[in-house]
């Protein structure tokens, strides 16, 4: 039996995961999430397709503007499947605020910032992803941009 074929790259499929699996939540920001519908990162996406409705639900929440807007960057990010919610906030500190951002930036750039903030915060190199799971990564962005 030969091996199935790779799907070319304009087949990924966004991912949709848990509001509980985005980093950085705590578990009283996911209840109350959860409280206003929003139970999965496409959700939050949803609703928060517009300043208007950011603005509306961070009132809602009482809590600042900023915040769902953080997490509006995570669950974007958390939409690549390579990506996921395991690498979505290392992209974010990395700079990375988007899909769209992240399709348009060199591989080796990308690697660099990483590579620079991961010793900068944890003195770890060793942590950094490889250049090919970077690459992998925007290939993944260009597809679903």
């Known amino acids: ?3 199935k074929p790779k799907a070319p790259v304009n087949l990924v499929q ?7 699996q985005l980093p950085g939540l705590s578990q009283q920001e996911v209840s109350q999430l959860q409280n206003c519908g929003i139970a999965t990162t496409k959700a939050l996406i949803a609703q928060s397709q517009t300043l208007q409705a950011k603005v509306k639900l961070a009132n809602k929440l009482q809590i600042h ?3 769902v807007n953080k997490w509006v960057a995570l669950a974007d990010l958390a939409r690549i499947p390579s990506v996921g ?3 979505c ?39 950094c ?14 597809a679903i941009a």
Not at 105 to 114: D, G, N
Not at 131 to 137: G, H, T
């Open 1 to 3: 039996m030969s091996p």
């Open 14 to 20: 966004s991912c949709d995961w848990p509001i509980e």
């Open 65 to 67: 503007l900023q915040y």
């Open 85 to 87: 919610t395991q690498y």
């Open 89 to 127: 906030g290392l992209l974010l500190h990395a700079g990375v605020g988007s899909v769209a951002l992240l399709a348009t930036i060199p591989t080796h750039r990308l690697h660099k910032q990483i590579l620079r903030l991961q010793v900068a915060t944890m003195q770890r190199r060793d942590l």
């Open 129 to 142: 992803p490889a250049v090919e799971q970077v690459q992998q990564w925007i290939q993944q962005a260009q």
